[in-house]
């Protein structure tokens, strides 16, 4: 009842803040959409595997068993939902995909909706998704229910003193595939013993296949050929780019590579401002912005990619294959949301830095402690590690290599997961 109250609460503050924020908009405009789609394409005769991912994050994790159910069992279609539109909005047209639509609210009425137009064989839940009446539901039409690549830790609401009673909701979990140890202890705490695997994280199953997959960038090599060092920021903010380019610019044996986190035309022209070496937009070299025509604004210093020295990639989708140019990488949002995809640049055997809030990320935590992470707190320590793996190519070449290292050693979770389920 508490937990009802609770998400009809939630909901209301969405509806009342949706004049005011995009966010909230998307969501409800995207949950109204919901059961139409799911009215008009469900097909009636087929069988569904239910995959939910909170946000992007969450579809990598779960993305290896989405693509390798559609290899292995081409008798089942797949539906995906999310909550979040930084999800769903980027992956809504993810071929891998029958249907793909928001997560209504969970709420019995909801609930009871999204059941009566399709009823899954199996669902999945990625990493942090656990709503109840979702899962009472599946418990109560009989429909397995497996949490992947689940992480618990003590300060967890299942593992406080008041949580004792939303904690039953675990019980309704045919199956945990955890990342490690501390998970199924904690599990165990909760008499939750006989159905938890520790597997790891999918995640590094998707970073190895994107790794196989990187596409080949002829502006982005042609812009690196014969540099001595390309640094590479992968979704930056503010924050990190303010310890990043003071030191570009003092640097000018240094090439960079800058894919920020949000993509629009202030961030770029704060970015474009703060530079004072030349740089050039990927979209313009590309002939994709409206500079090729003629913008005076967007054609930055230079015209040339070999003549740029900073290039800034504006557009989504190619950050994943560009971390294989760099010598050394920086991943950002450390030092506010929380720390992006290290995974995605430790594949290519780079050395990476990172901000400290980093402290929820497993792979962040045992690349530090393994010496393939470098913690940045401030500019006089960038400055230094940068200095460091910059010139010393043995050092940088024996970083990468432990971070290349960590990816393929912990790779198989999806192996794992298919054994386990006997598919």
């Known amino acids: 009842m508490l937990y009802t109250i609770a998400i009809y609460l939630y909901q209301l503050c969405v509806i009342l803040v949706s004049p005011f924020h995009k966010k909230a908009r998307t969501i409800l405009k995207g949950q109204r959409e919901t059961f139409r789609i799911l009215r008009q394409q469900v097909d009636k005769q087929a069988s569904y595997v239910w995959f939910h991912a909170a946000s992007l994050g969450e579809f990598e994790q779960g993305r290896p068993l989405m693509e390798?159910?559609?290899?292995?069992?081409?008798?089942?279609?797949?539906?995906?939902?999310?909550?979040?539109?930084?999800?769903?909005?980027?992956?809504?047209?993810?071929?891998?995909?029958?249907?793909?639509?928001y997560l209504p609210f969970d709420t019995p009425s909801n609930v009871y909706r999204f059941f009566h137009l399709v009823r899954p064989k199996m669902a999945f839940f990625i990493k942090y998704e656990f709503w109840a009446d979702y899962m009472w539901a599946c418990h109560h039409y009989h429909i397995p229910f497996y949490s992947v690549s689940s992480i618990f830790r003590p300060n967890k609401v299942f593992f406080r003193w008041y949580g004792h009673s939303y904690a039953r909701v675990l019980r309704h979990v045919t199956h945990f595939f955890v990342q490690d140890e501390q998970s199924r202890e904690l599990l165990a705490k909760r008499k939750i013993?006989?159905?938890?695997?520790?597997?790891?994280?999918?995640?590094?199953?998707?970073?190895?296949?994107?790794?196989?997959q990187a596409k080949e960038l002829p502006l982005v090599e042609k812009f690196c050929k014969d540099a001595p060092i390309v640094f590479v920021a992968g979704s930056s903010w503010p924050p990190d780019e303010d310890l990043i380019i003071p030191y570009f610019n003092t640097h000018p044996g240094m090439k960079l590579i800058l894919a920020p986190h949000v993509i629009d035309e202030g961030h770029l022209r704060q970015i474009e401002q703060k530079l004072k070496r030349p740089s050039l937009r990927y979209s313009v070299v590309a002939g994709e912005h409206p500079a090729a025509s003629g913008d005076a604004h967007a054609v930055q210093q230079c015209t040339d990619v070999a003549q740029a020295d900073c290039l800034i990639i504006d557009c989504y989708g190619l950050l994943s294959s560009i971390y294989r140019y760099g010598h050394v990488a920086y991943v950002g949002g450390g030092f506010g949301v929380g720390?992006?995809?290290?995974?995605e640049?430790?594949?290519?055997?780079?050395?990476?830095?990172?901000?400290?809030?980093?402290?929820n990320f497993r792979e962040a935590q045992d690349l530090l402690r393994l010496g393939g992470c470098f913690e940045i707190t401030g500019q006089t320590l960038f400055n230094a590690v940068v200095d460091r793996v910059s010139s010393d190519k043995?050092?940088?070449?024996?970083?990468?290599?432990?971070?290349?290292?960590?990816?393929?050693s912990?790779?198989?979770?999806?192996?794992?997961?298919?054994?386990?389920?006997?598919?």
Do not use: M, W
Not at 339 to 343: C, D, F, S
């Open 68 to 101: 390798r159910f559609r290899r292995e069992h081409p008798e089942y279609k797949i539906l995906l939902t999310f909550f979040s539109p930084s999800g769903y909005e980027v992956r809504k047209n993810y071929p891998g995909a029958d249907i793909i639509c």
């Open 193 to 212: 013993l006989n159905n938890v695997t520790i597997v790891g994280d999918t995640r590094f199953d998707r970073v190895i296949d994107i790794a196989r």
């Open 339 to 343: 720390i992006h995809n290290v995974a």
């Open 345 to 359: 640049a430790a594949v290519y055997g780079v050395p990476v830095l990172i901000g400290p809030n980093n402290k």
């Open 394 to 408: 043995v050092l940088r070449e024996a970083r990468g290599a432990v971070c290349k290292d960590y990816i393929t």
């Open 410 to 423: 912990n790779a198989g979770a999806s192996d794992v997961i298919f054994q386990t389920l006997g598919l």
